[in-house]
């Protein structure tokens, strides 16, 4: 490692997942104010919702600040292959066109990603071994081994001369995840020995006291489950968690069930899973259309739908819309996933669609079958201890974790403790931790096909018509200026009872309003304001009123 | 009580109850099947959710077939002043004008919500002292003292000549609730030694194992909790959780805090409780304004806002909104209160907007800080063996609740289990339980002011909307049925790069189309699916598109 110029400073900016659990960006720079270079660490999404994003499914950050200085962003590395950490690299790759690295399943995940994209003749993902390193510009950036929900998690320590940052990614200390390697407690520790500058921490689970659980004792209470039922199983599971995969897989086979993945992703991630060396000892499947001819007593359908995803196999199923699995009286459902905030009604409408069929319901609310990814605070109290950072950045949270995450940090007594925002640049080295840049940030709504800055409005504008529904004018003018005919008005999403007291008031101020000028624009926004204010006085809501005016 | 007459039977109506949590409605006939009386216990709302009803705030039962025969409707029994179980009152009230019993806390909420209404002077509210009963018709309906979280909470001995239901209302059994009297365990067993016919029964927390927690208990840990904190504290609870208000205050007492009251209802519930004898014991209070006069430590806010509801106290104190309280870094915030499914994300909301101000965050995901009002299983478990009822019917609960607690009234042997859907009539006797009848049944939103019928679907087109946006055109033709303009395009809540290729679409059709005849419908609706093509086309969504024609 070079010594370092006199100028240079190593600085942290998150474009993403400081404050949200999901979206992770992470930019690392180096060098002089002027002339940094800089490598991004995961590139993921965000998941929109319903109530807050209506119509959006996926969000990504703006990365503006980093694409008009793309010559100096040196790579993108990958810790893991989850959605949030990866999924925005088909959307934001091309504004970037710089290598890629990840291990070897995470790779192929990606390389299914921008194959979907039409961008994998394009973008070049370098498979890096675990453990193995990655040299570019200034950064060294060596992957350590860790244990979370999906194959191949990795922390990563990123080597500068400034000093060494470990992200440590998202991570649990699992003694025993059933699938890939242990969380390599020695490298953590050689790191703390080595001296860490900043460790840069997944807060998902601060608020929560003890220890995440382990994949191995999940696995127990699983086939003590699985053993005590009688009919069809349907689970539901992330299909990214390919442990969880196969420790249903094996509970199934211990009683003489065979298993049919249900869902397409589950097809994607165990194929890679396969390709990556992993699931060597997975029971042969069954295809779900042959399923159905079994005895109820010999099928386990692995499926989709932990959520309440729209389109996903459990959902489908419990709308009796799938093509080959039916379930009912006799049967059971197991949610074997957490309930992502905001995703809870979701999730209870598919359970109460199959309890009224009369599919018994097993979930975190009333049985043990699951275990987070994300430590808890023992866990974080565990890693604190071994690599002793100079510097704790809580990040992968919203702010109640990150504050949570923060406190901890200060009662182990870690010197510094740095909370990011988005868009704001931290010096980490040389001097005391501080933020010495911000940068524009923003959300990018992917809209159906098309991406939109949230500053745009337009979610805000659906999600305001959502609560207060629209009201279109249309006035049609003669050369003079009058109006020719009456308005015309469109409701939608306003009651019946509204129609008649806004069309009375629209009629009035047009008719009032233009014999006295032809200007257009004040009898646009007499009308709109005439319009709104008739409804408020019917119903108590302002609709979103436009007015137009048609000249002939 | 009179013998049955020949034709007699006792039958169970839901309107409401019955796979939700909240709405609940339920009517008790008795009388041959063509001339039966009705009582009603309890008028609730549901409350709406911006993902699933966006603009709705409350929701009631539509009781059409109720009202048409209200002159057989006796009687509307209040088994406690929950929105859930009373809200209703003000908006259905006036379609049965039949007399209201209720003890005497419950009967001040009500005619406090009758007087906002305009109804006090109509509505008449009898009030039933503790353990009173209530005769009407056929009925003879005994209160009988139970514990939830609220003030005179109470379950229904419904005896009638065919036999005895005990509806228990919400309940749990609390050794110690703090305010108002423990659960009259006696008077339980005594009417299961006298015979329980059936059993109407809560069944919010029947996914839960063992008991859901004193009162006492909880107060032992949140006085513990506020003695451990140095700035200002507000503590967000429900305000008709009267002995909730009173373990906070008493717990601010202990360290020399005042009490504010801040957000309307919190005056109101503490009010009805004083005027029925509760709170003897509460400290003098403060008002907002001049507490804030006052140093942090000498402070604690009781505030609205625990489900991080828009207009609330601690959700205007979070968004710097609030007009005599502010928090900041060394105060804390405390919600005693559970999250109801759908209010996370906005109760998260609150949190992060707190914590990025320095405000410690307390809740039940960290803290001990709430015990449910509902009884978990060992809880439920007592009451069958107390009640030993022949006919088990779970209500109070979403389908995957109801199923589960018909599992456990099976488990305990009950002989009989039906599990109701809301319009269902079930004769409970004679014979063996069964459905006898279905009447209408379906939701009535509170849209604004207007009450609209969900079938009606003006809310799930603004849902629509909210998804994918709305596109209005209005083509003007002359008399020849000829357009004389360009078609008039409105967009909202789509994408700009969708307009275009939208109005292209649009132009084209209607040029193409009109010379060929002046068929309007036609017209009108091959535009509308030319717009909306396009609009799939370009963006991947469907907006909901109107067209409208003028003639000139």
Not at 22 to 29: L, Q, V, W
Not at 267 to 286: M, Q, V, W
Not at 524 to 533: F, L, N, Y
């Amino acid at each position: 490692m070079n010594h370092p110029e006199r100028d240079d400073e190593l600085v942290f900016l998150p474009l993403g997942g400081s404050g949200e659990i999901g979206m992770n960006f992470n930019a690392y720079g180096y060098g002089p104010p002027d002339d940094r270079k800089w490598i991004v660490v995961d590139c993921g999404v965000l998941f929109g919702n319903e109530a807050t994003t209506p119509g959006i499914e996926l969000i990504v950050p703006d990365i503006k600040y980093l694409a008009e200085r793309r010559e100096n962003v040196l790579a993108i590395i990958a810790t893991h292959a989850h959605e949030d950490h990866i999924g925005a690299i088909p959307y934001l790759w091309p504004r970037l066109r710089c290598p890629i690295y990840a291990t070897p399943f995470t790779a192929r995940i990606i390389e299914g990603k921008l194959d979907d994209a039409g961008l994998f003749a394009e973008a070049p993902v370098t498979r890096v071994p675990l453990g193995g390193t990655v040299s570019v510009g200034s950064f060294s950036v060596e992957y350590i081994s860790i244990t979370h929900s999906i194959p191949e998690p990795n922390g990563l320590a990123v080597r500068t001369p400034l000093g060494t940052v470990l992200h440590t990614g998202d991570w649990k200390l699992d003694p025993d995840p059933l699938l890939g390697e242990p969380t390599d407690s020695e490298a953590f520790r050689r790191l703390g020995d080595e001296g860490v500058l900043a460790m840069v921490c997944d807060s998902t689970n601060t608020l929560i006291g003890g220890e995440s659980g382990s994949e191995a004792v999940l696995r127990d209470s699983l086939i003590e489950l699985i053993g005590g039922l009688a009919g069809r199983i349907a689970v539901a599971a992330f299909s990214s968690n390919v442990a969880r995969l196969d420790t249903v897989a094996k509970a199934a086979r211990r009683y003489g069930r065979r298993v049919a993945l249900v869902g397409r992703s589950m097809h994607k991630f165990t194929a890679a899973a396969r390709s990556a060396g992993y699931l060597r000892d997975f029971p042969d499947l069954i295809d779900e259309a042959e399923a159905a001819n079994l005895p109820p007593h010999k099928i386990l359908y692995l499926c989709t739908g932990s959520q309440g995803e729209a389109r996903a196999a459990l959902t489908r199923i419990a709308a009796n819309e799938h093509r080959h699995v039916r379930l009912g009286a006799g049967d059971a459902a197991i949610f074997s996933a957490r309930i992502i905030p905001g995703n809870d009604l979701a999730i209870f409408d598919v359970q109460n669609r199959l309890s009224a069929q009369g599919v018994e319901i097993f979930s975190v609310e009333s049985h043990f079958v699951h275990v987070s990814g994300h430590p808890c605070r023992d866990e974080l109290e565990k890693m604190y201890a071994w690599a002793r950072p100079r510097i704790a950045v809580p990040v992968h949270g919203e702010r109640r974790h990150m504050a949570s995450h923060a406190s901890l940090a200060r009662s182990l007594q870690v010197p510094e403790v740095a909370i990011p925002e988005n868009g704001q640049v931290l010096r980490l080295a040389p001097g005391r931790v501080q933020v010495v840049d911000e940068v524009h940030f923003e959300r990018i709504h992917i809209d159906g096909r098309i991406l939109v800055n949230a500053s745009e409005g337009v979610t805000r504008r659906r999600r305001s018509m959502g609560v207060g529904g629209f009201i279109g004018i249309t006035i049609v003018v003669g050369k003079n200026g009058r109006p020719v005919a009456d308005p015309i008005l469109m409701f939608e999403g306003v009651p019946d009872a509204v129609h008649q007291p806004v069309c009375r008031a629209v009629f009035d101020c047009v008719r009032q309003h233009a014999p006295r000028r032809d200007d257009r624009e004040a009898l646009m926004e007499a009308t709109r304001r005439a319009a709104r204010r008739a409804a408020e006085k019917a119903w108590g809501k302002k609709p979103i009123t436009r007015v137009e005016i048609v000249a002939i």
